[in-house]
């Protein structure tokens, strides 16, 4: 059973940070990559950031130059570093892994970005 543990949302403020994070039940190195995903209120789910196994990472044009997306391999745990957050970074945020053909999500944290 393949679970992933996403944390780390809250309420910032806009130009403020946050660092998300996924926790998987297995090594990072089993997924084929590993992403983020968020979906607005009202809004389809839409990709931000890709790491794939061999370490590289693609990231939607909204979010390039100010999201980074990392991971610690003995922790089994990937990140999301969001900087200069905007109010239209408000979402749920997702995070998903794709072993062979099957993909696994995460519950998803809130991150809400207001002053």
């Known amino acids: 059973q393949v679970q992933l543990v996403e944390s780390g949302g809250g309420l910032v403020q806009p130009g403020g940070s946050l660092t998300l994070s996924c926790a998987a039940s297995?090594?990072?190195?089993?997924?084929?990559?590993m992403a983020w995903y968020r979906q607005a209120p009202g809004k389809q789910r839409e990709w931000v950031a890709l790491l794939s196994t061999f370490g590289g990472t693609t990231y939607a044009d909204s979010v390039k130059g100010r999201f980074t997306i990392s991971r610690d391999d003995a922790k089994n745990t990937v990140y999301l570093q969001m900087n200069r957050l905007k109010p239209e970074d408000t979402a749920v945020y997702f995070c998903?892994?794709?072993?062979?053909?099957?993909?696994?999500w995460g519950q998803g944290t809130q991150v809400t970005v207001s002053s």
């Open positions: 297995r090594s990072i190195f089993s997924f084929n990559f």
């Open positions: 998903k892994g794709r072993i062979d053909s099957d993909d696994y």
